[in-house]
């Protein structure tokens, strides 16, 4: 009898020993982000400034980041020179079309409404019109001038699209340009001729009789900077990749206003985009944890379903706290839903968020490492 109480005991002991080890694989396994399909993610980054990171006495490879974003306005050679020295690819955010600065010293830049009037700044963003000739050499010069200064692996474009703003929950959308300069470029495109009259009334026949024409109009104005920034680039160096920071709304949210008002048309800039980084900024848009996973996995299909040539997609995530303080819980599951679909890259919006909080540090690193032993 008290063999058989003994064996009991001990197999009872067993069991939970076993229990025990089971639930703590378990936790691992609903907390360790999964391969997404048949790819695995590759790139490891951080965007911002590397710096803040180094402040804080981190290293980065053992953080398991393997590459960084850097913002145009943070580059310098030491921050390049150290980031090679720890193993980063080095990839810089280059702004393309924001600047309250600039409309202010060269009014002839600034967007005009279908009202014939300025447009009032976007929340934050400013958008200048891209056909402005000036500033479109202004931004040349720049990227031609960073290409020249630094040794780096890809420009990745931001504040790419017509005068509007999309990371917030309700979206400012207003219709632009009609200058006297786009209304032109407008008419050399179609070959219509737009009758001499005001610009609201030119706005309206725009509008109510060649809308169609208009929107493709305002993409290819876009397509052509994507197309001049490729040539550049690959003229300096055909392995510098050129990626895009992008809305991530699908193709008819907002009545289509990915397209219709920002002008950025997927079939036209996949051509010269090798990149694709959707800003999935689900707390600053109002959107669930969930809805990356959902994004991602229909641009997945979207950007590369019946094309010879597919594009690397490198979804760019929030951890930074705006505008509530995101938890441990949903901070692993930005991760899991980021790597979805055909993903092979991810970054975290931003190195500051990560270096100013320990937890949010501790919880990166042991992603992106279980990531890079895979």
């Given at each position: ?210 809308d169609t024409e208009w929107r493709d109009w305002r993409c290819a104005v876009l397509n052509g900077w994507a197309s001049d920034f490729k040539r550049i680039v690959t003229s300096h160096n055909p392995d510098i990749v050129l990626g895009l920071y ?57 950007i590369n379903s019946g094309f010879a040539k597919e594009v690397s997609i490198w979804p760019i995530i929030q951890v930074h706290d705006d505008p509530y303080d995101i938890t441990e819980d949903e901070f692993q599951s930005l991760f899991l839903y ?14 500051a968020s990560i270096a100013e909080d320990a937890e949010k540090a501790r919880l990166l690193q042991t992603i992106y490492l279980n990531w890079s032993n895979r």
């Amino acid at each position: 009898m008290i063999t058989i109480r003994k064996y009991h005991k001990e197999r009872f002991l067993f069991l939970i020993i076993l229990s025990t080890i089971l639930i703590a694989f378990s936790r691992n396994v609903r907390q360790d982000p999964p391969q997404n399909g048949h790819q695995s993610i590759q790139i490891r980054g951080v965007y911002g400034n590397p710096q803040d990171l180094w402040q804080k006495g981190f290293y980065l490879p053992d953080m398991g980041i393997n590459a960084v974003f850097i913002r145009n306005s943070s580059m310098n050679h030491n921050i390049v020179d150290r980031a090679r020295e720890e193993g980063q690819m080095v990839f810089v955010e280059f702004p393309v079309l924001n600047g309250t600065s600039y409309v202010e010293e060269h009014p002839e830049a600034w967007a005009i409404n279908e009202h014939g009037e300025r447009v009032e700044s976007a929340g934050w963003f400013m958008g200048i019109c891209p056909t402005d000739p000036r500033f479109r050499a202004h931004r040349i010069a720049q990227l031609e001038t960073l290409l020249n200064q630094y040794a780096i692996d890809g420009i990745f474009l931001d504040y790419f699209h017509w005068h509007a703003q999309f990371e917030d929950p309700h979206p400012i959308l207003p219709e632009t340009c009609f200058c006297d300069r786009c209304l032109a470029a407008f008419e050399a495109y179609t070959g219509h001729h737009l009758k001499d009259s005001n610009t609201s009334d030119i706005s309206k026949v725009i509008l109510e009789y060649h809308d169609t024409e208009w929107r493709d109009w305002r993409c290819a104005v876009l397509n052509g900077w994507a197309s001049d920034f490729k040539r550049i680039v690959t003229s300096h160096n055909p392995d510098i990749v050129l990626g895009l920071y992008h809305c991530p709304w699908d193709d008819h949210e907002f009545d289509g206003a990915r397209r219709n008002i920002l002008g950025l048309d997927y079939d036209l800039l996949r051509e010269h985009v090798d990149v694709f980084s959707p800003m999935v900024y689900h707390a600053r848009m109002g959107r669930s944890p969930e809805w990356i996973r959902e994004n991602i996995e229909w641009f997945s299909e979207r950007i590369n379903s019946g094309f010879a040539k597919e594009v690397s997609i490198w979804p760019i995530i929030q951890v930074h706290d705006d505008p509530y303080d995101i938890t441990e819980d949903e901070f692993q599951s930005l991760f899991l839903y980021g790597a979805a679909g055909d993903a092979t890259g991810i970054m975290v919006f931003t190195s500051a968020s990560i270096a100013e909080d320990a937890e949010k540090a501790r919880l990166l690193q042991t992603i992106y490492l279980n990531w890079s032993n895979r």
